[in-house]
């Protein structure tokens, strides 16, 4: 199940900073968008972007302890293997670290592990394990962009807070994108395609 450990990230860079309840927001759902199917299974790589969406990566030895805690935490035991080339990023906005973003992303070069899993399920079937790794039950589609495959966004309770998820996966790679204390799916759903298409080549 690629990226499906990625639950324990938003305990581990939550506690960074000073924790603010989560504030309690509502909107009408974005209409759900039909999943791309361009993707035609020529290989892509990953790279980590700078910046996306008024979000800045964060750097220096703080960010290389969180991302070295979180690839700990997500392969324990024998996925330590797996996930020992996973692309971890922290993004904040304006200096804000009690309400980073997190970046996990991975490509079918990183392990032939990977590689078999992505090439034997759907992208469709990747993301949803995405999910249930995270122990968030609803998704809904939205537009995976030129790149195709399938981008799927959901909210609920993950770790010891409420956490939104945006995930997406194609022939050759996963990535997946969490932000906690947030109401905005729809808007980490255009986040995630922004950073999907700078990340992605």
Known sequence: MVLGG???LIGVASSSGDKKPAAATSGAPSPSSSPSEVDAGVPHSLTVPKSVGGYRRLTGSVANRLSSTMRKSMGEGSDAGVYSKARIAIYTKNGNSTR???F???SASDSPAIAEELKSNSPSQEVDS???GMGLGDA???PAGPLGGDLRCGKGPMSDTTATACAWADSSTAGLLIAPDTGGVAALAATTLSLRNAAEH
């Open 6 to 8: 990625a639950a324990v």
């Open 100 to 102: 980073p973003l997190i």
């Open 104 to 106: 996990v992303g991975m």
């Open 130 to 132: 995405m999910f249930v």
């Open 140 to 142: 809904k589609d939205y």
